[in-house]
C-alpha cells in the first residue's frame, strides 16, 4: 500500500482556502485520478473484486459474445478490439483467448492511464496499444468495445433540492476534514422535468464525464461500424438519490476521508447511455441483468464443462458462477447494454 498522498489532501484543502468549496464531481475526478495512478486495487490484498478476477467465464463468454457478432457482421478483415478500463487486463486475455477460438484475432487498444496497471497489463497483452482516451482510437474499421465498471469510476455532479431551488452540492475543508454540502450554484436548468418537484432534501446525479465519453464512442461506432458492450452497476429512468459510495480493503468507507486512497464510484444512469446511443442512430439492446445475459450466452454449460477437466474444483466454479449471476450477489444490480451499428446484426442475449 502506497503512503498517503499529502500533496493531494494538501492541494485540495489549498484550492478550498483560496477559492471556496469545490464540486463533488472535482472532488472525485482528483481522488480518483490519483488513486489508479499508484496502485493495483483488484484483487485480495486490493480493494476490490471486478466480474473477471471472479471467473475466467465472464471474460470467456464475453469474447464469445464479441467473436459471435463480428461473424454474423461478415467478419470484417479490419476490425479492432477496444476495452475501457481494462484493469489488469485479465477480461482481455480470456475474451481474446476466447474469440481466437472463433478465428477473430484483432489488434488491441486498450484506454488506461494508470502507469501501474498498464504494467500489468502490458504482462498479459504485450500487442497492445494504449490509449489515453476514446479519441486516439483507430479511426477506421469497426470498433468492438468492452467497458466493464468504467463508466461508474468517472465523476458526478450531485444536486440538492432546497428551498430556494436546487443547488449543487459542494465540498468543504474545515478543521482538517472535507466536508459535503456547501451550497454551490443554482442548476435548476440541469434537473429533468419529471423530478423538479420532488421533495426539498432530494439528491440527483448527473454526469457530464460518462456523457461525453458514451457521446464519442457512439459516434465512433456509428462512423465506423462495430458495437460496444457496457457492463456496470446502475438503475434506469429518471431517479432521485445520492449513490456514491467509497471501497476500501473490500469494506465501504467514508468517502471523504483520505482523498486518494479509497475507490470512488457512482452509479450509471442506462437510460442516459441509451438515449446518446440512439441520438447517435445506434441500435440499442438491453439494458439487461447481468446474470440472464450469462445464463443466455450459456455459463451453466461452461461451468459444467470446465468441472468436468477439473473435478476438484467444481465447488469453486459453481461458487463463481453464482457470484456473477446471482441475485443476492451480481446478478441483478449489475447490467449489461448494447450499442451497435445499424447495419450490424443485433447481438446474442439480448
Known amino acids: 500500500m502506497p503512503t498517503k498522498d499529502r500533496s493531494l489532501t494538501d492541494r485540495l484543502a489549498g484550492l478550498i482556502a483560496a477559492a471556496g468549496p469545490i464540486s463533488v464531481a472535482q472532488f472525485m475526478a482528483e481522488a480518483n485520478a490519483h488513486y489508479y495512478a499508484t496502485r493495483d486495487p483488484l484483487g485480495a490484498a486490493g480493494d476490490f473484486v471486478s466480474a473477471p478476477e471472479i471467473s475466467q467465464m465472464f471474460g470467456e463468454l464475453t469474447g464469445l459474445w464479441l467473436a459471435d457478432l463480428w461473424d454474423r457482421a461478415g467478419s470484417p478483415a479490419n476490425a479492432h478490439y477496444v476495452e475501457l478500463g481494462p484493469g489488469r487486463g485479465t477480461l482481455a486475455e480470456d475474451a481474446l483467448r476466447a474469440m481466437r477460438a ?18 500489468k497489463q502490458a504482462t498479459r497483452l504485450p500487442t497492445a496499444r494504449w490509449h489515453d482516451d476514446i479519441d486516439t482510437l483507430p479511426d477506421t474499421g469497426p470498433l468492438l468495445v468492452v467497458a466493464n465498471e468504467f463508466f461508474d469510476a468517472l465523476p458526478i455532479r450531485q444536486i440538492m433540492r432546497t428551498k430556494a431551488g436546487w443547488h449543487e452540492i459542494m465540498v468543504d475543508h474545515q478543521d482538517g476534514a472535507f466536508l459535503p454540502g456547501a451550497s454551490g450554484p443554482t442548476l435548476d436548468s440541469l434537473v429533468p422535468e419529471p423530478l423538479r418537484d420532488a421533495p426539498v432534501g432530494s439528491v440527483i446525479e448527473t454526469s457530464p464525464a460518462v456523457e461525453s465519453a458514451a ?43 483520505e482523498p486518494g486512497e479509497r475507490d470512488l464510484t457512482a452509479h450509471v444512469n442506462f ?41 476438484h474444483r467444481q465447488a469453486e466454479l459453481v461458487a463463481a458462477r453464482d457470484r456473477l449471476t446471482q441475485p443476492d ?22
Do not use: C
Request: without cysteine; charged residues 15%.
Open 102 to 119: 472463433g478465428r477473430f484475432e484483432p489488434p488491441i487498444h486498450l484506454v488506461e492511464t494508470s502507469p501501474v496497471l498498464r504494467e
Open 215 to 257: 457521446r464519442a464512442l457512439a459516434t465512433r461506432i456509428a462512423a465506423q461500424g462495430g458495437a460496444a458492450l457496457i457492463i456496470d452497476y446502475g438503475y434506469q429512468g429518471f431517479a432521485t438519490g445520492d449513490t456514491l459510495q467509497a471501497v476500501s480493503s473490500h469494506e465501504y468507507a467514508d468517502i471523504f476521508a
Open 271 to 311: 437510460s442516459m447511455l441509451e438515449s446518446l446511443g440512439r441520438a447517435a442512430g445506434l441500435a440499442v439492446y438491453g439494458p439487461a441483468d447481468q446474470g440472464g445475459w450469462l445464463e443466455s450466452l450459456g455459463i451453466g454449460a461452461r461451468t459444467a464443462a470446465l468441472a468436468k477437466a477439473a473435478p
Open 329 to 350: 450477489e451480481m446478478g441483478t444490480l449489475f447490467k449489461t447494454l448494447a450499442v451497435v451499428n445499424p447495419n450490424w446484426p443485433a447481438p446474442a442475449a439480448f
